[in-house]
């Protein structure tokens, strides 16, 4: 037979097993809604289960002769060399924003070829260019 000692601090243990196991929990979870997945317009055109509910970032080159302006919104088309998505954004965008150089807009997809970006960004300098825009244009040129 167990001692009274022996039976609070199991208790006790089990206890702190527990409220550790749901701190973990709900901090994973709070993480998993925040994170916002990084796709080239041809990751996302190969995609087969891609949710259009989402927020996700969309990365790579403005294609030139795209940009279209008007009153409210912006529309461009990103592209990877291979493939293509238009962007339509209201607000303003980056000082560095124009054709041919890299882009990450985030927001969500409505189709898979048509993107509604609550957030554009711009690269640094003429040198700089996203990490996930690099690599996605290194897969595609291969």
């Given at each position: 037979?167990?001692?009274?000692?022996?039976?609070?601090?199991?208790?006790?243990?089990?206890?702190?097993l527990?409220?550790?196991?749901?701190?973990?929990f709900?901090?994973?979870?709070s993480l998993?809604?925040?994170?916002v997945?990084?796709?080239?317009?041809?990751?996302?055109?190969?995609?087969?289960?891609?949710?259009?509910?989402?927020?996700?970032?969309?990365?790579?080159?403005?294609?030139?002769?795209?940009?279209?302006?008007?009153?409210?919104?912006?529309?461009?088309?990103?592209?990877?060399?291979?493939?293509?998505?238009?962007?339509?954004?209201?607000?303003?965008?980056?000082?560095?924003?124009?054709?041919?150089?890299?882009?990450?807009?985030?927001?969500?997809?409505?189709?898979?070829?048509?993107?509604?970006?609550?957030?554009?960004l711009?690269?640094?300098?003429?040198?700089y260019m996203?990490?996930?825009?690099?690599?996605?244009?290194?897969?595609?040129?291969?």
């Amino acid at each position: 037979m167990l001692s009274k000692k022996v039976k609070s601090r199991f208790f006790f243990l089990l206890l702190s097993l527990i409220s550790v196991a749901i701190v973990i929990f709900v901090v994973l979870r709070s993480l998993e809604e925040n994170v916002v997945y990084f796709f080239s317009p041809t990751e996302i055109y190969n995609k087969t289960n891609i949710s259009f509910n989402k927020k996700i970032r969309v990365g790579g080159l403005v294609k030139m002769d795209s940009i279209s302006k008007n009153e409210t919104s912006i529309n461009f088309v990103i592209t990877d060399l291979k493939n293509e998505i238009v962007v339509s954004y209201n607000g303003l965008v980056p000082n560095l924003f124009s054709e041919g150089k890299g882009v990450v807009a985030e927001g969500k997809l409505k189709d898979k070829k048509y993107f509604i970006a609550d957030k554009i960004l711009a690269k640094h300098d003429e040198n700089y260019m996203p990490p996930e825009v690099n690599k996605a244009l290194e897969i595609s040129n291969n």
